[in-house]
Nanobody, 118 residues
Framework: QVQVTESGGGLVQPGGSLRLSCIVSGSFFSTHNMGWYRQAPGKQRERVAIITGSGATSFSASVRGRFAISRDNTKNAAYLQMNSLRPEDTAVYYC????????????WGQGTQVTVSS
């Protein structure tokens, strides 16, 4: 079984920054992809970013150039650095181990709320 725990969300003003953290425990390997998704009220969950086990990254068009994804394989951890935040970035953010460009992975955490508002 895999457990996923996200943290780091909060309220931030437009233009501000936040860093989200994700810890994965259980049967998970450092070679697996790690992904971040988000879901805004009334909208479908969307993929934000993915990082492979070797560190290659992919971003959605809406966050490219503003967000960065990283990982620490020694801690089974992934991070999402979010800069130049906009009100439309407001959502619950989820870490998703095993995510690919074609489909999300099997396991999800409870998510962490990010609210961008003045």
């Amino acid at each position: 079984q895999v457990q996923v725990t996200e943290s780091g969300g909060g309220l931030v003003q437009p233009g501000g920054s936040l860093r989200l953290s994700c810890i994965v425990s259980g049967s998970f390997f450092s070679t697996h992809n790690m992904g971040w998704y988000r879901q805004a009220p009334g909208k479908q969950r969307e993929r934000v970013a993915i990082i492979t086990g070797s560190g290659a990254t992919s971003f959605s068009a809406s966050v490219r150039g503003r967000f960065a994804i990283s990982r620490d394989n020694t801690k089974n951890a992934a991070y999402l650095q979010m800069n130049s935040l906009r009100p439309e970035d407001t959502a619950v953010y989820y870490c998703n181990p095993g995510a690919t460009l074609l489909a999300p992975g099997e396991f999800w955490g409870q998510g962490t709320q990010v609210t961008v508002s003045s």
